[in-house]
C-alpha cells in the first residue's frame, strides 16, 4: 500500500478590518464541484481554515502529477457569506453596496499585487487599497441568451478564458438583431469572457447556482504549462515545468467607516452635558513609545429630543470605523470642558453598529453616520 506525503501548494486567507485585520469569520471558502473534481484529478487535499483554505499536493505520486499539470482553467473557490451584515460594515462604494442580487465579487491571482496590509506584507488578490475595483461580475447560468450590439448582425460570438486567452467556444450570430443562445454546459463554473468579432463585449461568471447563495468567488491560477507564461512570476505556484513554489494568497477587505454621533441621555433629566467633552483616545499598542492621537468629538449646538427627553449630542470630526473589538482600539471618556483630567467622568459607551447607520442630513454627497444612544 502507497502512502503519500502532501505538502501545502496554495493558501487563500480572507482578512477583514471588522475583525481587527484578523480572518473574516463571516465569510467560508468553498470549492465549486468542477473544482473538486479538479482537486481528485491531481489528487489534491482542500483544507477549511478561519476565513480560508489550504490547498495541499503529494509530495511524490508515480507518475509525478504536478509536472503533468496542463489545465487552462483555475482552480475556483465561492465565497459564502454567513452574515447578513458583511456588506454593512464593509467599505463599499454605493454603487456595489447596493450591487444587484445578479452579480458577486470576483478576485483571482492574475496580477502580481505585493503591499503591506493589516501589519505585513502580503500577496493580495486585488489593487492595493482598492479590493473592489471591477470586482462585481454579473452572474449567468450556463444556458443563457445574451442581448447583442445592433451593429453585430452576422458576426461570431466567442467565450474565452480570461488569463490564458483560449478559445473555449463559438458560434456564429444570427442575421438580425436577437438575443444570441449560449449552452456552455461543458465548460467549468467561473469567469469567462465573451466577444464578439475580436471585441469584449461582456465578463461573465458562469454558475448554476443562484447568485443569492454566493457572496464572491475566487480563482487561483497555479501554473503549469498553459497557465505560466500567461502570469507574473510572483503569482506562479507552478512553473511551466511542474515545480512548486507556495504561495499565500489574500483578500484584504476593510471596515467601512463613517461619522459617531452619540446621543447622550440623563433618563432622570438632572445632568446637563452641555458643557462637556466626548474624547476617545486610540489605545497605544505595546511596541509603540509616541501615545496615538485623540480622536475627537465636537458637540453640536442643538440638543435633539429622545422619547421625550433631551439629549446632547457628540459627533467624531473624522469617520471611524466599525470594530468587532472596539475595547481593544478605543478608550472613551466624558468629562466637564476646561478642566483637563479634573472632574472628569469615564463611561463606557457603546460603539458603532452596522444596523445603526443612517444618512447625514442635509450633507451632498449623501454620507453615512451612526447613530448611538447612550442613558447615562
Not at 184 to 202: A, I, N, Q, T
Not at 300 to 310: F, M, S, V
Request: charged content about 20%; some cysteine.
Amino acid at each position: 500500500m502507497t502512502v503519500l506525503q502532501y505538502a501545502a501548494l496554495f493558501r487563500i486567507e480572507c482578512l477583514h478590518g471588522y475583525f481587527g485585520g484578523g480572518a473574516c469569520r463571516s465569510l467560508v471558502l468553498s470549492p465549486t464541484e468542477d473544482c473538486r473534481a479538479l482537486l481528485d484529478r491531481y489528487r489534491m487535499l482542500f483544507r477549511q481554515s478561519a476565513g480560508g483554505a489550504v490547498v495541499h499536493a503529494p509530495l511524490q505520486s508515480p507518475p509525478d502529477l504536478l509536472r503533468q499539470f496542463d489545465e487552462a482553467v483555475p482552480f475556483t473557490f465561492r465565497l459564502i457569506s454567513t452574515e447578513p451584515v458583511l456588506n454593512s460594515y464593509t467599505a463599499l462604494s454605493a454603487d456595489e453596496a447596493g450591487a444587484p442580487s445578479e452579480s458577486l465579487f470576483y478576485f483571482a491571482n492574475a496580477s502580481d499585487h505585493q503591499a503591506e496590509a493589516f501589519g505585513k506584507p502580503r500577496r493580495l488578490l486585488h489593487a492595493p487599497g482598492s479590493p473592489f475595483a471591477g470586482a462585481l461580475v454579473p452572474v449567468m447560468p450556463k444556458v443563457f441568451s445574451v442581448p447583442l450590439p445592433a451593429t453585430s448582425s452576422g458576426g461570431t460570438l466567442q467565450v474565452i478564458e480570461p488569463i490564458t486567452t483560449q478559445l473555449l467556444w463559438q458560434c456564429s450570430l444570427p442575421t438580425q438583431a436577437a438575443p444570441c443562445p449560449l449552452d456552455l454546459r461543458r465548460l467549468p463554473e467561473g469567469c469567462y469572457v465573451l466577444r464578439v468579432d475580436g471585441k469584449e463585449l461582456l465578463k461573465v461568471y458562469l454558475s448554476d447556482r443562484p447568485p443569492a447563495q454566493q457572496w464572491g468567488a475566487i480563482s487561483i491560477y497555479v501554473g503549469g504549462s498553459r497557465q505560466a507564461q500567461n502570469l507574473p512570476e510572483d503569482c506562479r505556484v507552478l512553473d511551466s515545468a511542474g515545480m512548486s513554489s507556495p504561495k499565500t494568497f489574500t483578500l484584504a477587505l476593510e471596515s467601512r467607516k463613517t461619522t459617531w454621533r452619540y446621543y447622550i441621555i440623563d433618563p432622570a433629566g438632572k445632568q446637563n452635558f452641555g458643557s462637556h467633552e466626548l474624547t476617545a483616545a486610540m489605545r497605544r499598542p505595546a511596541a509603540e513609545v509616541d501615545p496615538p492621537p485623540e480622536v475627537r468629538f465636537s458637540r453640536l449646538p442643538d440638543t435633539a429630543l429622545i422619547d421625550g427627553r433631551t439629549a446632547w449630542v457628540f459627533e467624531s470630526q473624522l469617520p471611524l470605523p466599525f470594530l468587532h473589538s472596539p475595547s481593544t482600539e478605543f478608550s472613551l471618556s466624558l468629562r466637564p470642558g476646561g478642566n483637563g483630567k479634573r472632574g472628569e467622568r469615564a463611561i463606557r459607551l457603546p460603539y458603532a453598529q452596522p444596523g445603526s447607520i443612517a444618512f447625514q442630513d442635509g450633507s451632498e454627497p449623501r454620507s453615512m453616520c451612526s447613530e448611538i444612544f447612550v442613558y447615562v
